[in-house]
């Protein structure tokens, strides 16, 4: 199983953009997509979650300028943010809570990342 982030990029404030996260591999079922965010000399921190039923939680830091979604039959997680600003420049990474085909139980997986810088 592989989390691959796409999206990321270079933005000015204000701007937009959307970040992907496509689960990949044997999988049986996927449970809660979560999207992190981790600043230079910051810990990660936990940006927005998805569950399976579609119940969404966001960071309060975020909370109105974001949107998480996914789409089940594509096994990915999209994050839409806007009215970015500096302090949203991170790294951000994608996690799943996945059952792979054959397992007993479910595991969580990562992405490698994907860099947002915000800035004029």
């Known amino acids: 199983v592989q989390l691959v982030e796409s999206g990321g990029g270079l933005v000015q404030p204000g701007g937009s953009l959307r970040l992907s996260c496509a689960a990949s591999g044997t999988i049986f079922s996927i449970n809660t997509m979560i999207w992190y965010r981790q600043a230079p000399g910051k810990q990660r921190e936990l940006v927005a979650s998805?569950?399976?039923?579609?119940?969404?939680a966001y960071a309060d830091s975020v909370k109105g300028r974001f949107t998480i979604s996914r789409d089940n039959a594509k096994n990915t997680v999209y994050l839409q943010m806007s009215g970015l600003k500096p302090e949203d420049t991170a790294v951000f990474y994608c996690?799943?809570?996945?059952?792979?085909?054959?397992?007993?139980?479910?595991?969580?997986?990562w992405g490698q990342g994907t860099q947002v810088t915000v800035s004029s």
């Open positions: 998805i569950t399976s039923a579609g119940n969404i």
């Open positions: 996690s799943a809570r996945i059952r792979a085909m054959g397992a007993l139980y479910e595991s969580d997986y």
